[in-house]
């Protein structure tokens, strides 16, 4: 029987190296601390994260639509919300070996490195600056968004007034968010540059506790349709003295990371906070007539924000397994296959008799709906443990029996178990396996 060991970062980092998930930014000049680049695997990994996410709350919702708002915005934006004044981690160095910490994540009052004495905390800024035209002074500063419901809040009118949405109604989206993290460690889990996948849900005051209620219990079992394994996840209710200026109640998805229990997402209930801020900062009135209740009011807003870096490597983590068999070992991604980079590889038992063209044929074939992968070379043995490794869930192999029968054999990576199929059937099987 299979063992399942541990996953450790170190294996795990080493893996998404060696087969194209993950690679430092900017390696060849030495790399830049806490930025990476998503290798070929990575980056269909991420769009599928992506596309699930989407399906979920945008495709499934007809109370839900999508937006796509610019990364830079008027730097009136981040006054308006806070982030200006507020958007800050307190800051300590260390006056031995000068490294830095975030004063609220150290455990003791001495340096974690050395031991040294750490300077008393002063609030750093996590905002990215830049200058927009060609005059590089304080009057062209805009800053790289720190989130995207900022870019939400600000098009809620123009929404509002395009759509025949009505509240309650959410507004989702997905986009890069920019921080300078002073704590960056543990791989792609805080970064940067980042992508988040947030939606704020507009609502009628009174019902906003029932709508974070909703929606707590739906993120939950989003985590569980993506296949993240429920022992491994735990959810976090604020106390009082936890919550940000904004939140009236916040939720969190935790995750155990071989690094300990970490955030995956967050669920708020922003109040009317920031579409008063920003009718306040911009002069436009946010309120909206409600014509089933006769009511004039500014909408209170839940949000529910998710880091995609963070989900990937969430699902990363949880797939990872190294298998003992009885004749060798077996490195496995355990992916759900819906996001699973490659859906299927096929092969030709043996580079003749024809086996190699019908395995191309089915190769193209299949391309159309999914990705999937031919290859021909090495032991087919070796074939399935390379698609193991990267989590691709089936493979296909074209073998002598199917120039008799029409059929091929369907391996499934989970329980190494293998069927024999019809080529003509081979998408619809493969259709529901992957979207079941
Ligand atoms: P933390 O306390 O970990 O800094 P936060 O509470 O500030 O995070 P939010 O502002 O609520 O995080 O961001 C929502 C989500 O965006 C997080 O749950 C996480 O998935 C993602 N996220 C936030 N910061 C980062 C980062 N630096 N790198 C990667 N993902 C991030």
């Not at 060849?28 to 599928?48: E, H, M, R």
């Not at 004063?103 to 609030?123: F, H, I, S, V």
């Not at 074209?398 to 499934?412: A, M, Q, Y």
Request: net charge negative.
């Amino acid at each position: 029987m299979a063992q399942k060991t541990e996953t450790t970062m170190d294996k795990l980092v080493s893996l998404c190296k060696r087969r194209g998930y993950i690679f430092q930014s900017s390696e060849i000049y030495g790399g830049v601390s806490s930025i990476y680049d998503y290798g070929p695997l990575g980056a269909d990994l991420k769009t599928n994260i992506k596309k699930f996410w989407w399906k979920w709350m945008v495709q499934r919702h007809s109370d839900i639509v999508g937006l796509d708002s610019s990364i830079l915005m008027s730097p009136r934006i981040w006054e308006a919300s806070g982030h200006v004044e507020g958007f800050t981690d307190p800051l300590v160095d260390c006056k031995n070996c000068k490294r830095r910490f975030r004063e609220d994540l150290l455990q003791g009052d001495r340096c974690p490195d050395c031991g040294g004495e750490l300077t008393e905390a002063r609030q750093f800024n996590l905002m990215f600056k830049t200058f927009m035209g060609p005059v590089e002074d304080s009057s062209a500063i805009v800053y790289l968004r720190p989130e995207t419901a900022q870019g939400i809040y600000v098009n809620f009118l123009n929404v509002l007034n395009s759509t025949r949405q009505k509240i309650p109604f959410g507004i989702a989206q997905i986009g890069k968010a920019f921080r300078n993290e002073i704590t960056t460690e543990n791989f792609i889990f805080r970064t940067r540059e980042f992508e988040q996948m947030e939606m704020q849900f507009f609502v009628q005051p009174g019902t906003d506790m029932d709508w974070f209620e909703k929606w707590k219990a739906n993120r939950q079992s989003y985590y569980k349709k993506l296949g993240v394994r429920p022992e491994k996840l735990r959810f976090h209710q604020h106390g009082e003295d936890e919550l940000a200026h904004y939140a009236a109640a916040a939720f969190d998805i935790q995750y155990e990371f071989p690094f300990g229990w970490k955030e995956l997402e967050g669920i708020h209930n922003r109040t009317d906070f920031d579409l008063k801020r920003h009718q306040e900062y911009s002069g436009k009135d946010m309120s909206y007539f409600d014509e089933a209740s006769r009511e004039r009011y500014i909408p209170y807003i839940i949000e529910t924000s998710a880091g995609v870096d963070r989900t990937l490597l969430t699902l990363l983590v949880d797939a990872y397994e190294e298998q003992q068999l009885e004749k060798d070992m077996r490195t496995v991604l355990h992916l759900n296959p819906s996001v699973a980079p490659i859906k299927a590889g096929v092969f030709p038992l043996v580079k003749r008799d024809g086996m190699p063209e019908l395995a191309q044929k089915i190769t193209d074939d299949l391309s159309e709906h999914f990705k999937v992968f031919y290859d021909e070379s090495g032991a087919v043995g070796r074939r399935y443990r390379r698609q193991d490794e990267i989590g691709t869930p089936y493979c296909i192999t074209v073998d002598s029996e199917t120039f008799e029968n029409e059929t091929v054999t369907l391996r499934d990576r989970d329980t190494m178990q293998q069927e024999r199929v019809k080529i003509v059937d081979l998408f619809s099987i493969l259709y529901k396996k992957i979207n079941e």
